[in-house]
């Protein structure tokens, strides 16, 4: 890879938002949001926030704890907020915040946040090293400081499971 390409980007290139209006088929028998809908919409918009700043394919290595704190019924639009939150060599933590709008109402409410770990790689798979990531406001510098807390007990985690198998 190219210098130019691993050249550190800001946290705001690689800020994305998508919406999704929910429609009948993303719900369960009684109107509400489907959770594994909102998480295929929460891994969509964490690959948009990686890809802009990694200019790379990536695959999701990992997706932490994610609660549902709201309900969603047919008829409110998602919006889903993501950006790079840290680096590391070939990995990258991904930050989405999910809000449910409900136009009639004119209401904007938290529905789940989420951190993901996406891994970059090439056209045939191999890992790619990500450019750094460069935290610019007081609340981006407090993501980069907490994604590096969240990566140790991540390793702590895996290494317990490692262990666990032997
Ligand atoms: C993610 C994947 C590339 C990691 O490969 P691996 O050989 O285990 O990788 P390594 O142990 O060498 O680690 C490579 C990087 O991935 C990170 N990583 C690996 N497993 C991870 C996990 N469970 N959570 C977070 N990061 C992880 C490592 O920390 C490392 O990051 P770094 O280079 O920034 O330090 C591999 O497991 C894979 O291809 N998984 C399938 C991905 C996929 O298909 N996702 C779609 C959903 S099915």
């Known amino acids: 890879m190219s210098d130019e390409m691993l050249t550190p980007r800001p946290v705001r290139d690689s800020e994305s938002e998508m919406t999704e209006l929910v429609l009948p088929n993303d719900a369960n028998p009684l109107g509400a949001l489907l959770g594994g809908r909102l998480m295929h919409w929460i891994d969509l918009a964490g ?44 990995s990258a933590e991904v930050g989405v915040k999910v809000f449910v709008e409900n136009y009639l109402a004119d209401t904007v409410q938290h529905v789940a946040s989420a951190h993901l770990t996406f891994v970059a790689v090439d056209a045939k798979g191999n890992r790619l090293k990500v450019p750094a990531v460069i935290p610019e406001t007081e609340e981006q510098k407090r993501r980069y400081d907490d994604a590096g807390r969240r990566r140790e007990m991540r390793r702590t985690e895996v290494e317990r499971r490692r262990k666990a198998k032997q």
Not at 47 to 69: C, G, K
Request: aromatic share 6%; hydrophobic share 50%.
């Open 47 to 90: 690959a948009l926030a990686v890809h802009r700043h990694a200019r790379s394919y990536a695959v999701t290595a990992s997706v932490d704890h994610i609660d549902f704190l709201v309900p969603v019924r047919v008829g409110d639009m998602v919006v889903l907020k993501s950006s790079v939150n840290r680096v590391f060599q070939t």
